[in-house]
């Protein structure tokens, strides 16, 4: 091989990402990371995490990342903290650019994460991991007995309701219709439920607080008129976006929702050689867990897919010219 060209590069820095950099480094493949610039991902917005396994105390989203990206390093990993700005995986050796910058590499693992919508308030960014949270799942049980308001309308707001119930004393849905975007069997299920309550036909004007949230404003469509929520946490559930801007053109995407696909349970894609992990290719857990695990399965996929093709090329080596 190329003295310049990898084994593998591994784009995008945080669970998924840093997993599989920690499992081709000790099978000696020498990856390089190119994390970005915002490596960590949606974990450096999570204040306490207490469903991952190996923390029974829980531990800082922030301070995970560092762990998992330390984790690597000591394996051998290399890192390049800056962003990806172009692709090419039309052929072998793969390329892939930061501005000027062109590494290769014979194998990728595409870890660029998803990012949650957020509504583009000052006081939803001021107040992330102090009450506002994109992940019912994951922050549910610090709002047991609490009061919470969820915004959205679709299947996502439904499930997110429906989950938060079994922990808050009261949940309240805002949507900016009067008729919701979710499946009929999700809003029906939700609407079955004592707790949840629906403020419809209006819109998310402020989250309230100082330091912890204590309210949601919404403001009425119709009437224009603003009326304030009493809650202690606020629940954006409008729908995730893969970050795969970069990939199109080249890797098969969900028409629909932009999430890489990749073949039956492997992490695979429609280039042989390049691998999808974590949030990029699932549109469905989202969790740091099971990101870490899809790293590991795009691992073993690049290193059984290396040494077969290495194989291939010896027995085409070895075999007779007539």
Known sequence: MNADVREVIVIGGAAAGYT????????????LVIEGVNWGGQLMITSD??????????????EMMQEFRKQAERFGAEFVTDDVTKVDFSERPFRVWVGEDEYRAETVIVATGANARQLGLESERTLQGRGVSYCAVCDAAFFRDKDVVVVGGGDSAMEEATFLAKFASKVTVVHRRDVFRASPIMVDRAQATEKIEFVTDSVVEEVL?????????????????TTDIPAEGFFVAIGHD???????????????????????????????????????Q???YRQAVTAAGSGCMAALDAERWLAAERGRLLDALAAPRS
């Not at 599989?20 to 990856?31: F, G, I, K, Q, T």
């Not at 995490?49 to 922030?62: A, Q, R, W």
């Not at 795969?244 to 042989?272: A, R």
């Open 282 to 284: 699932d549109d469905v």
């Open 49 to 62: 995490v207490e469903n991952y396994p190996g923390y029974p105390g829980g531990v800082l989203g922030p």
């Open 242 to 280: 893969p970050t795969t801007e970069l990939f199109k053109g080249q890797l098969d995407m969900d028409p629909e929702s932009g999430y890489l696909v990749t073949k039956g349970k492997t992490t695979e894609t429609n280039i042989p050689g390049v691998f999808a992990a974590g949030d990029v």
């Open 20 to 31: 599989a950099a920690l499992y081709s480094a000790r099978a000696n493949m020498s990856p």
């Open 209 to 225: 607080g100082e330091g912890l949230v204590t309210g949601v404003r919404v403001r009425s469509v119709k009437t224009d008129e």
